[in-house]
């Protein structure tokens, strides 16, 4: 028996004035509890995989291996290396705590535990850097699956590729994850990532800095959140954002934290004055709160495309999320809240120590 723990944080994108840009990784984690049975050479499961799942959205999710998301990334990744289904009997019970479609990471979670869960079950060795790119040519946008994968305050881009790799990074994405046709010849010949795909960069975080994330009791699909955004926008509005997102990474890494420098730098003009439409009350809401009238805040900001709120704080965070959560019920949207710590340490593989040998022993 091989048994191991693969645990992703979730995370908060679009920090800020940080839109597709700056991510952060929190301290609720998807976890995955791989068991594979190495004394059995045959299976009747479906691509030998058996899923279970306690947590988020337990009614919806799907325990099919073709259409789970967390296996389907991974077949995607082990395809594109030969091998067409999972060990004999793989057995994964999934444990996921974070809310789904809330704008917390959940598919960002669910697409890097896929790519690490297909490096160990087959034994590719692959980077963390490659994992990236497989990661990317599934969830487009680097800054929650970099926070995931990597952990951490960081930021993103995506590098400018040739024109060959281009083609294959904008394949769409119905081809890189099939829809559910066929047991093992479907996706029979994935297209592998371009390399180097997306870059990212680790900032500073001061250790006093913490996260209230006040998350409604809706969905705010991703897909919808982007069609509200304008084709093109005003250059003065450009401006404000790059300005204050040069400097946020400085101002949140700095300690004792500035309460009035993080709250002026993590303004936006980009994506939540679009995004009003989609979640009641959303600017009266961000403007409710100010470092003066709640001491120890030191911003807010929309996490992700939303619902979620998330406010930084020093103290007084129950005051600071009761308030927020009054300002919902204005709008008779109910909440919860969550407070949560920055995860260093990313996306993370533990062997069971019963395990006689894995394939990447250890934790890391």
């Known amino acids: ?24 990784a929190l301290s609720l984690y998807l976890e995955l509890h791989v068991h594979i049975k190495t004394n059995q050479i045959s299976s009747d499961r479906p691509l030998n995989c058996v899923i279970t799942y306690e947590g988020q959205g337990q009614e919806d999710v799907s325990l099919d291996p073709e259409v ?22 793989t057995n994964i019970h999934i444990v996921n705590p974070i809310h789904l479609g809330r704008g917390l990471g959940s598919s960002g979670a669910a697409v890097c535990a896929g790519t690490f869960l297909a ?3 087959g034994k590719l060795c692959l980077s963390r850097a490659r994992l990236l790119d497989y990661c990317l040519m599934v969830e487009r946008h680097p800054d929650n699956v970099a926070a995931a994968l990597y952990g951490g305050f960081v930021g993103t881009y995506l590098n400018e590729l040739a024109p060959g790799d281009v083609e294959r990074l ?5 081809e890189v994850l099939p829809e559910p046709a066929g047991g093992v010849d479907t996706g029979l010949s994935p297209p592998e990532p371009p390399l180097n795909i997306g870059h990212y960069t680790k900032f500073q975080w001061a250790k006093e800095i913490k996260c209230v994330a006040v998350i409604p009791q ?14 093109k926008y005003d250059r003065a509005d450009v401006v404000f954002n790059i300005q204050r997102s040069s400097l946020l990474p400085v101002a949140l890494g700095q300690s004792p934290p500035d309460p009035e420098f993080i709250y ?7 994506h939540q004055p679009y995004r009003k439409t989609l979640i009641p009350g959303l600017t009266e809401i961000l403007q409710s709160v100010t470092p003066k009238s709640h001491p120890g805040l030191l911003g807010i900001c ?3 495309a939303g619902p979620t709120i998330l406010a930084l704080a020093t103290e007084n965070f129950d005051h600071i999320a009761n308030h927020l959560i009054e300002q919902f019920k204005k709008e008779n949207i109910h909440c919860i809240w969550e407070l949560l710590t920055p995860a260093e340490d990313g996306t993370t593989v533990t062997y069971d120590s019963t395990t ?9």
């Open 1 to 24: 028996m091989v048994s191991f723990l693969i645990k992703t944080p979730c995370s908060s994108a679009n920090i800020g004035p940080g839109f597709d840009a700056i991510g952060l």
């Open 68 to 89: 789970n998301l967390i296996t389907r990334v991974a077949l995607y990744v082990l395809r594109c290396h030969n091998q067409r289904a999972f060990p004999v009997e």
């Open 119 to 121: 490096n160990e079950v």
């Open 170 to 174: 904008e394949i769409p994405l119905s």
């Open 218 to 231: 809706f969905e705010v699909p991703t897909a919808k959140a982007r069609e509200v955004l304008p084709e």
């Open 264 to 270: 002026l730098s993590m303004q936006d003009k980009i």
């Open 302 to 304: 929309l996490s992700g």
């Open 356 to 364: 006689p040998t894995g394939p990447l022993s250890g934790k890391r």
